[in-house]
């Protein structure tokens, strides 16, 4: 799933395929937090060690936590936008119905 996707769906089926999609990279980006956080204390723990390379550790550790952030407002406008077609797409189709 692409986040900068502009694909929202056309109809009720396809907004709630991407909807899933979604919610699958919410649960994958969430386990990557999990490992993330993991390796930011051993990284923590490395450094305070006084590691022969700490900088570089603490460097890298810090370009991989702002990447990781970089994805947060993506994730969460592509949600919030897949939410409102959601609700147009239902509207549609009860419209439908009702006809």
């Known amino acids: 799933v692409r986040l900068s996707n502009e694909d929202y769906g056309t109809d009720l089926a ?5 909807s899933k ?4 990279l919410e649960n994958v980006m969430a386990t990557q937090r999990s490992k993330l956080n ?31 952030l970089a994805l947060e ?6 949600k919030e936008k897949l939410s409102d ?3 147009l797409q239902q509207f ?3 419209i439908e119905d009702e006809v």
């Open 38 to 68: 993991a390796l930011g204390q051993q990284a923590a723990s490395y450094i305070e060690e006084c590691h022969f390379d700490a900088d570089k550790i603490k460097e890298r550790q810090t370009l991989l936590e702002e990447k990781f």
């Open 92 to 94: 549609f189709r009860d």
């Open 85 to 87: 077609a959601l609700l």
């Open 14 to 18: 396809t907004v709630k395929s991407l």
């Open 21 to 24: 999609s979604h919610s699958v």
């Open 73 to 78: 407002e993506p994730m969460r406008l592509r």
